[in-house]
């Protein structure tokens, strides 16, 4: 059953390709809890309401994720050491907070970066 009562320090939030009892046991004993979408064939005893904020979640990261590969190129970040590294990175995801900022102010989506700067 399903307890939401318990006490957990952290939320993991993960693909299928997570599914594990084993690897669930272990982030469990440090107070981290995994929660994956199942597959077809389980069953599912979380809230429905629960199991829709996940998702919906997953979806936001998974959007994210996408537009700092796409737009801002974050998987290529040439540096020859740490600080560099770290202070480009750094300048990218500050770019795009920026953009959601701006989009906020303008009373736009968020993450509707199209016909932002014209």
Do not use: C
Request: glycine share 6%; no cysteine; aromatic share 6%.
């Amino acid at each position: 059953m399903w307890d939401l009562t318990h006490s957990i320090r952290g939320l993991l939030i993960g693909d299928k390709g997570y599914i594990s009892q084993p690897l669930k046991e272990q982030l469990a004993i440090q107070e981290i809890d995994l929660q994956t979408p199942l597959r077809s064939n389980m069953q599912d005893s979380r809230p429905k309401g629960f199991v829709k904020q996940l998702i919906s979640t997953r979806r936001l990261v998974e959007t994210v994720i996408g537009q700092l590969t796409q737009r801002f190129n974050i998987q290529k970040v040439w540096a020859r050491d740490l600080w560099h590294l770290t202070n480009r990175i750094t300048r990218k995801l500050l770019s795009h907070s920026m953009a959601i900022l701006l989009n906020r102010f303008l009373g736009r989506n968020n993450l509707q970066f199209d016909g932002l700067i014209k």
